[in-house]
């Protein structure tokens, strides 16, 4: 099982990157997935999710408006797209799969982490 990020870096205030991430090993399909960020001395903050039919996404306050998530099921990929980024949106990203079944099994997987700084 994979789940590989790719896509942060260094970009000024105001600037826009985007964030993908690249399941393997696990159906990825059925599995709703999300954002989270973390910075130094924050706790974990969840930032966007996407269901499985991509029917319903959620956006926390701190990004709405901002950032939108997307995800290509044909391609096994979710992506995070931030337009007018803020220097306190600098934090390691993580993208998230998550399914839990009837029976209370839980599947979880998360990527590896990828740095976002906005600076000038």
């Known amino acids: 099982v994979q789940f590989v990020e790719s896509g942060g870096g260094l970009v000024q205030p105001g600037g826009s990157l985007r964030l993908s991430c690249t399941a393997s090993?696990?159906?990825?399909?059925?599995?709703?997935v999300g954002w989270f960020r973390q910075a130094p001395g924050n706790t974990h903050e969840g930032i966007s999710c996407?269901?499985?039919?991509?029917?319903?996404?959620y956006y926390g306050d701190s990004v709405k408006g901002r950032f939108t998530i997307s995800r290509d099921n044909a391609e096994n990929k979710v992506f995070l797209e931030m337009n007018s980024l803020k220097p306190e949106d600098t934090a390691v990203y993580y993208c998230?799969?998550?399914?839990?079944?009837?029976?209370?099994?839980?599947?979880?997987?998360w990527g590896q982490g990828t740095q976002v700084t906005v600076s000038s």
């Open positions: 998230n799969a998550e399914k839990t079944l009837s029976s209370g099994t839980k599947y979880d997987y």
């Open positions: 090993g696990f159906s990825f399909s059925t599995y709703n």
């Open positions: 996407i269901d499985e039919s991509t029917s319903h996404t």
